[in-house]
């Protein structure tokens, strides 16, 4: 079945430093990735999603320079937390729409501010 | 935009009992809703899914119900087992939307042995 590979699956950075999250769909062509954020004992709240060759489209309130994203290519989205503090600890995860109209979910990011 | 509202919040059923978890959207566009479900650190899992064409799927021992009219659907698990304690989400999306999912707050249930 589709899959979508999410690195790495747990960062620990310093406050102000940035940290990159990949989502690579394996098998398939992903035009389009969502990307979410869960805090602990919370659902999943989109973010953004991101459109292959195109900017990607914030949900409000949302800081757009804060987490860049960027869909270069039909199977890589990447998700940038800038200036990370610890306020966005979080489980970070992307999904993107496969084949057969459902949707694949990566295993998720455990990002760890301190 | 969509506002999809889930109901219980916890549940706790005797193994084997049945479970029934409830969700309500507000959009009349949205045509998909899948229900996952979730075990801590982990990515959320498909367990059954309906589009707006169909009232009722079931698979084995989980069932989902679909009233387009009042916007709501059902999340129906049967003989329950230890094994499926955990968080289920609902979700609902549209193609009008960008196929983006709006998930519910989620519901952790627990199946008592």
């Known amino acids: 079945g589709a899959v979508v590979s999410q690195h790495p699956s747990w960062v620990i950075c310093k406050s102000g430093t940035s940290v990159k999250i990949e989502c690579r769909s394996l098998?398939?062509?992903?035009?389009?990735m969502f990307w979410y954020r869960q805090f602990p004992k919370q659902s999943l709240m989109l973010m953004a999603t991101?459109?292959?060759?195109?900017?990607?489209?914030?949900e409000q309130g949302v800081e757009k320079d804060k987490f860049l994203i960027n869909h270069a290519s039909l199977t890589l989205s990447t998700l940038t937390v800038t200036s990370a503090h610890p306020e966005d600890s979080s489980f970070y995860i992307c999904?993107?729409?496969?084949?057969?109209?459902?949707?694949?979910f990566g295993s998720g990011t455990r990002l760890t501010v301190v | 935009g969509e506002n999809v509202e889930q109901h219980p919040s916890t549940l706790s059923v005797q193994e084997g009992d049945s479970a029934v978890i409830k969700c309500t959207y507000s959009?009349?566009?949205?045509?998909?809703f899948p229900w996952y479900k979730q075990e801590l650190g982990k990515r959320p899992q498909l367990i059954i899914d309906?589009?707006?064409?169909?009232g009722e799927k079931k698979d084995q021992r989980i069932a989902v119900t679909l009233n387009k009219t009042a916007k709501h659907f059902s999340l129906h698990i049967t003989e329950t087992q230890p094994e499926d304690s955990a968080v289920y989400f609902c979700?609902?999306?549209?193609?009008?939307?960008?196929?983006?999912?709006?998930f519910g707050a989620g519901t952790i249930l627990r199946v008592k042995s």
């Open positions: 999904s993107a729409r496969d084949p057969n109209y459902g949707y694949t």
């Open positions: 098998d398939f062509q992903a035009t389009t």
């Open positions: 991101s459109n292959e060759g195109s900017k990607a489209t914030y």
């Open positions: 959009d009349s566009a949205s045509n998909y």
């Open positions: 309906i589009r707006s064409n169909v």
């Open positions: 979700a609902a999306g549209s193609a009008e939307y960008g196929n983006k999912l709006v």
